[in-house]
């Protein structure tokens, strides 16, 4: 580690403890706490990556984790920042988007065709001749994209937390801190994040003053009284990353993502320095002034042997003050500005000897190997404009300190507006919204005592406006005179590859091509040109993209302006949005019973269904088993999942009347009623039955998958129409089976002897009370299936003991339970309907030869005018039953066409082989000329084969319907 | 009248709590209540109460629990010498142990103690929308079957709140929500009440929610609670834990 520092350098490293690590098969070793891209630098490995179009040598920018250069491969994680990653004990780090090898990318030959490959490239090569996209999508997509996905990764566990603070303070610089130390007045409670892994922000590595004291003191006194405040909480190497509605932050945090809720937030987000703009400005060596202090100061990591710094304000000075303590040799700083205020930086910089070059700008780097070996420098002789003379420079280290913009995503996430003077090249964040304010240098304030002041009066405003303090409104303070920003660092060079996004290798050309294409709006610039469209998503761009796309259009840039900012502000794991999941499923009491008999479980919504008992493998002959012991014996389904309904009240039947089409003020008691139920169009939506216990209390039943909408519709039309009666949803308070088939009486009454349940005492749809097993139960006489059959309604905890005893009841009946694919034939030989399998969005009573179902004597129910205009109306489609003679013949399936010759005519909704009558038979809606039973249907079956099916009347068996009143 | 009996399988009562497999496969000692069982303990007193005042798990769905709606519900409460919360979303302790909490202006929910003993929640099961209509008092008054329609969990200890944040978007601390409160919220994607309930000084929080899904909510609340070291608890530790105060 011949690049390393001396103690007290490297705040973030351990020396005690020595990480191996490899890159690019190559082994090397760190300390715990440096990042992959710092451990390398102390090696002296600068080359990290290579660019994504041009293939160029790319090493660290920023060092803060805000740029592309620096992504790498890990084993588990494609696209990894090297400057923000940290080592770990025997880390494979592997290089991304190069053939051959890193130091010789045979893709960089790309370079040498630039001119050829200018913006818009896409658009204008690959369209012609038509059909030549095929050709070349394969191969740009196979050059294209970064790193690799390991398929074989087993997930980890992400999960997600809430969290609830009165401020959440965005930033630990020094504006943050001091915000939060405002803010925590008694009783607020304050979080105060940062995506460092320490608190200090540029006090950690910046320079404030000529002796280099200031900010480390200023650290470590707010630190000091942040640690003894109970009222913040401190999260680090924590992202906010996006801003949503009613100061919602998502905090990325390790693998958890953490939801928090804030009732005033505080960005003091800082501000992103930018690069300059010249020919090879992104070659390894030549970096931000911050990302050099931030290798010192943080990884103790020497940035370079000789260095030169541009520079347009103060903090390039400081760099070069802290270069020198370093023992970096400073061959130049070279001042773009003519005449720079002085300052205490500028006379200690110059009482230090080094050469400052005024009015100078650096108009090229030049490489060796895949590094930086020299710049060369040029007077300025006007607005981005260079004398011919140059002066060259041999150097390993470039600093670039020409100006910042502010961090303002967030705040734009959240409505803000960033304006832009061009006179002071200064930002501003307006049209905030209530909740959310912006202090320090996201705020362009740079000075630290303004900084400090800053945060102190965000927090003030946030804890006035909780409550928890009072006073006058606070007030802004003074701007700044001197911003640290030059207004135009950009010098475009005859040879291109001055480089204003990084990420998408775009060059000034590029830029302003773009606009002579036509692309005008900077908005435009952007989607044309893929400007700031790359995983730095413009942060070093958008400002340098703005002022070229300015000049290009005579406007200013506050005219031109930026992209709009949207969430996330980096990229997130995948596993953060989708970790810890939750899938709610529902289970019947009598759940493990079915799995104890062997059943193949579906889910229907959230619930759990028995589909059938039995190996999966012998799955239809189980449902033709199942199905003729109903026919034949007696079986027993859970029907738990039905909707269950209360209606009560002494307008129960009046409130019926007015939801189902049927009528049921004058239903018996005792008796149960077949419920249809329409919408304000007429649209078949729910069925169930409803059973009178009393004068004022209906049990209503609905379907599996509707009983919510029923309910809340139910509720929605009581409101208006006021009338005495409670709704309730008793889904989940029962249990229910259908015990069917010729010997379910015989069965039943062995558990039931309080009723008669001869034909004669309990017919065909009544209702009893009365105890089953010895539990309360409701019994419904019905006949779904078409068999004798009967609904055993139990309280939820009931349920398995209800089963039990049933199944046992009868065992020397040899009782079988039958699942939901055998209740489907069953249903389906009795030519029932299933409300959203044989009906859709279009179907009305009477396509669906559910017209009996409606009354007509009544003034009114839901869907009721819609329902009678509809009658007088031709109907285009009807649905019938139909049957596959051939025994050859492929079934139908749900969804397959009927054609009337090669025009689709009606479509199947349900088929099944039913072993009742030995053939395939089916639901489908055919149109009306062909409804007659006899017609003669064509069905567009499985791979295309047409099936011919009769048209046949309903229901399929037992058309008298002896069977279910047995 | 509660009593422990260990060796009765709970698969043998007639009312089963969704869980009692759960319990089983635990090791769990269980208590008869009427015609069903509430987990005691799952292994040694002492450590489960220690547990349950850090994070504990318990399935109370055995206890008794009914819920009256209408616009005379709370008239008739009233009548029965129920107390009744102020406001909706808060609840009350009646004299017998019983927790009587509002849903809304006109939705009550009332909970048993820990013994299952409260005679006023024993006295009202019973009570059938038959008996209801025919007083004057019980006009619009309508019994709803929370015994059955809902399981209840308690959730305890000093970490219940931080593992609740995981699961719920309610910020349930304890200088927040107080004693007694009641939010209606979703957990784990599913409805829930969740109502304070503390055991002399160790918060505990009931949780109401939809019966069918309660073996979700159980596994996603030990899922939840590992982090913390939570751990399920039987209905024993609870009441050494109230006895506390």
């Known amino acids: ?966 | 009248m509660t009593h422990v009996n260990s060796s009765q399988p709970a698969m043998q009562n007639q009312r089963r709590s969704p869980l009692y497999r759960r319990h089983t496969e635990l090791k769990a000692e269980f208590e008869s209540l009427g015609d069903a069982s509430l987990v005691s303990r799952y292994g040694e007193l002492a450590a489960e109460i220690e547990s349950a005042a850090q994070l504990g798990l318990a399935d109370l769905s055995a206890l008794p629990r009914i819920g009256f709606k209408g616009a005379g519900a709370p008239q008739w409460a009233i009548s029965q010498g129920i107390k009744l919360p102020e406001s909706p979303n808060h609840s009350v302790v009646q004299d017998d142990g019983a927790l009587v909490g509002k849903l809304s202006h006109q939705e009550l929910l009332i909970l048993s103690d820990l013994a299952g003993s409260s005679a006023l929640v024993n006295s009202l099961e019973p009570v059938q929308i038959e008996s209801l209509k025919q007083s004057e008092p019980a006009a619009q008054t309508y019994h709803l079957p929370r015994a059955h329609s809902h399981s209840c969990l308690a959730v305890t200890g000093t970490a219940a709140a931080e593992m609740f944040s995981k699961v719920c978007g309610v910020d349930l601390r304890s200088h927040k929500f107080a004693q007694g409160q009641i939010a209606q919220t979703s957990l784990a994607k599913i409805n829930a009440v969740i109502v304070r309930h503390d055991l002399a000084e160790t918060p505990c929080f009931y949780v109401l929610s939809d019966i069918s899904t309660v073996e979700f909510l159980w596994d996603c609340l030990l899922d939840a609670m590992q982090e913390y070291a939570g751990v399920p608890v039987g209905v024993a530790a609870l009441r050494s834990l109230a006895a506390r105060g």
Request: charged share 20%; net charge neutral.
């Open chain 1, 1 to 966: 580690m011949k690049n390393r520092l001396p103690a007290p350098y490297g705040q973030l490293i351990d020396r005690e403890q020595q990480i191996d690590f490899s890159f690019e098969k190559k082994s090397y070793s760190g300390f715990a706490g440096d990042s992959i891209a710092s451990a390398l630098a102390a090696n002296d490995q600068w080359l990290l990556s290579r660019s994504f179009k041009y293939h160029r040598p790319r090493g660290a920018l920023t060092m803060a984790g805000q740029d592309a250069n620096t992504l790498v491969q890990l084993p588990s994680n494609p696209n990894a920042l090297a400057d923000r990653e940290t080592i770990s004990q025997d880390l494979a780090v592997m290089a991304q988007n190069y053939s051959g090898s890193l130091n010789h990318d045979r893709g960089a030959l790309l370079g040498l065709f630039s001119r050829f490959l200018p913006v818009g490239f896409y658009y204008k090569a690959f369209f012609k001749p038509r059909g030549i996209w095929e050709k070349w999508a394969p191969l740009i997509r196979k050059k294209a994209g970064l790193g690799v996905i390991d398929q074989q990764l087993e997930p980890e566990y992400y999960d997600k937390q809430y969290k609830f603070y009165d401020v959440v303070v965005v930033g630990a610089g020094p504006t943050g801190m001091q915000a939060a130390l405002t803010a925590a007045v008694d009783g607020c409670e304050v979080l105060l994040v940062d995506e460092n892994p320490s608190l200090g922000g540029s006090l950690n590595y910046a320079r404030f003053d000529a002796e280099g004291t200031v900010a480390s003191e200023t650290k470590e006194r707010l630190i000091a009284t942040i640690k003894a405040n109970k009222n913040i909480s401190c999260m680090t190497n924590s992202l906010v990353n996006g801003w949503f509605g009613d100061n919602w932050l998502p905090i990325i945090s390790g693998k958890r993502l953490y939801k928090v809720r804030a009732k005033q937030t505080i960005l003091c987000t800082g501000a992103l320095e930018q690069q300059a703009v010249f020919h090879n400005n992104d070659l390894p060596g030549v970096m931000m002034s911050s990302a050099a202090q931030r290798l010192m100061h943080l990884y103790a990591v020497r940035p370079g042997k000789a260095s030169v710094i541009v520079t347009g304000n103060n903090d390039g000075y400081a760099n070069a003050l802290d270069l020198m303590d370093a023992g970096v040799e400073v061959k130049a700083i070279v001042d773009l500005r003519d005449q720079p205020p002085e300052t205490s930086l500028t006379k200690a910089a110059k009482l230090r000897g080094i050469q400052i070059k005024l009015g100078y700008a650096v108009y090229a780097a030049k490489k060796k190997g895949n590094h930086l070996s020299a710049v060369e420098i040029r007077k300025i002789s006007a607005h981005g404009l260079c004398e011919h003379q140059y002066q060259t420079i041999a150097c390993d280290l470039l600093c670039m300190a020409i100006g910042y913009t502010p961090t303002y995503q967030l705040a734009c996430q959240a409505g803000g507006q960033l304006s832009y003077d061009d006179q002071s090249s200064m930002f501003t964040l307006k049209n905030l919204p209530d909740g959310l304010q912006v202090a320090g240098s996201v705020n362009s304030y740079w000075e630290l005592s303004n900084c400090l002041e800053e945060g102190a009066r965000a927090a003030r405003a946030a804890t006035h406006a909780l409550g928890f303090t009072q006073g006058d409104a606070e007030q802004p303070i003074p701007r700044e005179n001197q911003s640290p920003n030059h207004s135009w660092p950009i010098f475009s060079h005859p040879k291109g590859k001055e480089f204003v996004d990084f990420d998408e290798d775009l060059t000034i050309a590029d830029i302003i091509n773009a606009t002579s294409d036509g692309y005008e709006h900077i908005q435009l610039v952007k989607r044309y040109s893929t400007c700031g469209m790359g995983p730095s998503q413009g942060r070093h761009s958008a400002l340098a993209a703005a002022r070229l796309v300015a000049a290009a259009t005579n406007r200013t840039v506050a005219e031109t302006g930026v992209t709009t900012a949207r969430p996330p502000f980096a990229p997130e794991h995948l596993g953060h949005s989708a970790g810890r999941s939750f899938y709610p499923a529902r289970r019947s009491n009598m759940h493990y019973r079915h799995l104890e008999a062997g059943a193949e479980m579906l889910q229907a919504g959230a619930w759990y269904r028995p589909a059938f008992y039995g190996r999966s493998e012998e799955r239809d002959q189980c449902i033709n088993n199942e199905v003729n012991n109903v026919r034949n014996n007696v079986g027993l389904v859970d029907v738990s999942t039905l909707g269950g309904l209360e209606v009560r009240g002494p307008d129960a039947g009046e409130f019926l009347n007015r939801i189902y089409t049927f009528g049921f003020v004058k239903q018996p008691l005792g008796k149960a009623r077949y419920a249809l139920l329409t919408n304000e169009a007429g649209v078949v939506i729910d069925d169930g039955v409803a059973c009178r216990f009393a004068e004022d209390h209906y049990y209503v039943t609905a379907t599996t998958g509707g009983v919510d909408r029923v309910y809340q519709s139910m509720l929605k039309w009581n409101a208006q129409w006021r009338l005495d009666v409670d709704i309730a949803n008793v889904t989940s308070a029962y249990c229910g089976v259908n015990i069917a088939g010729p010997k379910a009486r015989q069965v039943l009454s062995k558990v039931c002897d309080a009723i008669d349940l001869s034909n004669e005492a309990f017919p065909y749809m009544a209702v009893r009370q009365a105890e089953v097993a010895g539990i309360q139960a409701r019994l419904i006489r019905v006949g779904f299936v078409g068999e004798l059959g009967y609904e055993v309604h139990v309280p939820q905890q009931y349920g398995e003991a209800l089963w039990d005893a049933l199944m046992a009841a009868g065992k020397e009946d040899n009782i079988q339970p039958f699942g939901i694919e055998a209740q489907r034939v069953l249903r389906l030989e009795k030519g029932h309907i299933i409300i959203g399998q044989d009906t859709d969005a279009m179907s009305n009573p009477t396509e669906v030869q559910m017209g009996w179902a409606v009354s007509r004597n009544k003034p009114f129910f839901v869907g009721g005018r819609t329902i009678s205009e509809l009658e007088n109306k031709t109907i285009n489609r009807s649905l019938v039953g139909f049957v596959v003679h051939d025994p050859k013949a492929p079934i139908p399936k749900e969804s397959h066409l009927v054609l009337d010759g090669q025009q689709m005519s009606g479509r199947v909704t349900s088929c099944n082989y039913s072993p009742t009558l030995g053939k395939a038979i089916g639901l489908a809606y055919v149109e009306p000329s062909k409804a007659a039973p006899g017609s003669q249907i064509s069905i567009k079956s499985t791979a295309g084969v047409l099936v011919s099916a009769e048209v046949v009347a309903l229901p399929f068996y037992d058309p008298q319907a002896a069977r279910q009143e047995l």
